[in-house]
């Protein structure tokens, strides 16, 4: 039996502690998928800006943010935002704010890891922009792991 890493005994198991809601969702790309290893990850069916929120049904403490996107087809540049708040309905605190170029020919994945300390989160969102540009792309994400 292969031995599991630290890490991934660490990942919150969000189907047991929290409700995840997003924009919209591509039926054969569910929002779950991306937060399990291996997962297919989530597409959106709309095009544009999209948010995915994490409601907690207990405000929780997190250490560390994972995030993996990918785009093999469409070159573009990406921006997403992470923001937490104590309560739900409560004043938002933004986390971190990053773009990525994406490149068919080169960088074609994107991989941020965050350490953070964050006490008493009721609420998590995730706010994709998928293309700064074009409003025509639809925004994925791979993987979304939080611990």
């Not at 104590?86 to 170029?101: D, H």
């Not at 006490?119 to 925004?139: C, F, H, Q, Y």
């Not at 791979?142 to 611990?147: S, T």
């Amino acid at each position: 039996m292969p031995e599991r890493s630290k890490s991934a005994e660490l990942w919150l198991d969000l189907e047991h502690m929290a409700t995840v809601e997003a924009t919209s969702e591509d039926p054969d790309f569910p929002i779950e998928s991306a937060f399990v290893s291996g997962g297919r990850g989530w597409r959106a069916s709309g095009k544009g800006e999209q948010q995915i929120r994490i409601i907690f049904d207990e405000p929780v403490s997190i250490q560390r943010i994972h995030l993996r996107f990918e785009e093999a087809e469409v070159e573009r540049t990406q921006e997403f935002t992470i923001r937490w708040a104590g309560v739900e309905g409560g004043p938002e605190k933004e986390v971190v704010r990053q773009q990525w170029n994406f490149s068919p020919t080169g960088s074609a994945s994107e991989v941020e890891d965050y350490n953070v300390h964050l006490d008493g989160v009721s609420v998590l969102e995730l706010t994709i922009r998928p293309d700064l540009t074009r409003r025509d792309v639809s925004a994925t994400l791979a993987e979304w792991r939080i611990a």
